[in-house]
């Protein structure tokens, strides 16, 4: 089955795990991944070098839109970074996911 992953960058976890916790509360994604990362950009002319965590989203192709949505309304950033990626799962995960979507 296919499903999406959708991530986006946060300041830091308290904020990664405000997103991650509103996001399942909403019904708007399974299972989202927290990982701190190095970010290195270039942002008002200036190179910018920052700590972050990546808050990673499993979701439905069904949902992915409604999450993105949810995800610019509720981010502190700017200028945020939503980023969509088609996968597929295994069955019985993909099974579980929709399972848990449609519920």
């Known amino acids: 089955m296919a499903l999406v992953l959708m991530f986006t960058t946060c300041p830091d976890s308290a904020i990664a795990s405000e997103l991650a916790n509103g996001a399942l509360d909403a019904g708007l994604a399974v299972c989202i991944l927290q990982a701190t990362v190095e970010s290195l950009y270039d942002w008002q002319g200036k190179r910018a ?20 949505k949810w995800l610019a309304e509720n981010h502190p950033y ?3 970074a939503i980023i969509r990626i088609g996968a597929r799962a295994n069955e019985s995960y993909a099974d579980w996911l929709a399972e848990v979507l449609e519920a």
């Open 78 to 80: 700017e200028v945020p």
């Open 49 to 68: 070098a920052e700590g972050e965590v990546v808050a990673l989203f499993k979701t439905s192709v069904a949902k992915a839109d409604d999450l993105e």
